[in-house]
């Protein structure tokens, strides 16, 4: 509960609170008039977080609605940060950095040469978005994205959660120096950058929901089966009794068999009315949220590669991050890139996934998302997009 009480400890104390620390676990809040209000508190509080309460004190934790109390207080602030990481040794950047290039770039029609390699500054966004998936159950998780914005580069989930860990640690926090700041440059493309995300964070929610989505799907499917299984056994029932009368005259049987060809008629509108509050119950609905970012200003190993296919050329570059000694995937101008492989077009060189360069699934005819986007040059046909949640 150390952390807990610390961050609530912080907090008040930013809304001028006097705050003192005291044994086991809690924390002695001399409140200050507009914190009392919103709070609802006396001037003098003891708070407890432990296991263990101090004398007086009011258990603090992460159930009840303390976290959305403590939440609303803290507005819209710290959502937004920037950092610059400060690395605690030199780290050497590698002495083979062609092998390393080579594990990260697999481009399936272009070659490509080690054009230069320096040390720089780069400007990472790492990004948190929550979502929240609603059907007949609800599941919540939290999705990190990072980009390096001077190379475009989306960062892997591995190195991403590196990053974290590590700023995470005892690792000093330092505002970003000027002369940093102005060497990573600015955002290049903040609306290239949006696109991508979205890309890249519709594949991700849709991964993370998938067992989530496997879990709902059987349980429809078991109460499609049951609600099939009991009308089938009721319709079956009444139509027997209607077979039965079929042969039997008078007015009597014809009121039966009325009455049988209703309960036919109401059992399978029952049904159908069912299966629509089924599908009402199990109708998902996601909703994606960015909750926090945080804008890293990095030392890096830059290496520019230059890009041949054909008669074009282009050149990229590829950084090294030496804090968490992983080399960064190349660019991908088109797709969520978390395959390794790119293909590179032949009027922009765009680097691509796989599918940005794909054939149209009707006349055959291949072409470059990034250049002409997702409807096909020839017969106008849209391919479906790579990822988007419906
Ligand atoms: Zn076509
Ligand atoms: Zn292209």
Known sequence: ?????????????REGAIVEPVEPDGLDVLVPEPLRAAMGWPELVHLGFGAQLPPDAMPVGLEGDWLDRFGALLGDRGRLAERQLVLPTPVTPPSDPERRLEAALDLR??????????????????????????SDEQREGLI??????????????????????????????????????????????????????????????????????????RRLDRDCGRIHVYHADLRRGALTKLAALQSVTGDKAEADRVRERMRVAAIEREYAGKL??????????????????????????????LIRRRKGERIVAID?????????????????GLERARLVCDDHLHLTDLAGQAPCLSC??????????????????????????R
């Not at 509960?1 to 104390?13: E, S």
């Not at 190379?151 to 000093?172: I, N, P, Q, S």
């Open 1 to 13: 509960m150390g952390a807990f009480r610390d961050f609530v400890a912080d907090l008040l104390d």
């Open 109 to 134: 029609n272009a070659i490509w040469r080690l054009r230069d390699a320096r040390p720089a500054w780069t400007r990472c966004m790492l990004l948190a978005f929550r979502y929240t998936a609603t």
């Open 144 to 217: 990190w994205l990072g980009f390096n914005t001077a190379t475009g580069a989306a960062l892997e989930d591995d190195m991403v959660g590196r990053l974290r860990h590590l700023l995470a640690g005892d690792m000093e926090w330092r505002a970003p120096d000027p002369a940093v700041r102005s060497e990573a440059g600015s955002v290049a493309d903040a609306s290239m950058l949006t696109e991508r995300t979205q890309a890249r964070l519709d594949h991700l929610v849709r991964r993370d929901l998938d067992p989530f989505l496997r879990a709902m799907r």
């Open 276 to 305: 629509d509050d089924l599908r009402h119950n199990y109708a998902l609905r996601v909703t994606v949220d960015w909750v926090q970012g945080l804008v890293l200003f990095a030392p890096v190993h830059r290496y520019e590669v």
């Open 320 to 336: 090294w991050h030496p804090a968490v000694r992983m080399m960064e995937p190349p660019l991908c101008d088109w797709g969520p």
């Open 364 to 389: 055959g005819k291949a072409w470059c998302r990034a250049c002409q986007g997702p409807a096909c040059l020839r017969c106008k046909r849209t391919a479906a997009s790579p990822t988007k949640i």
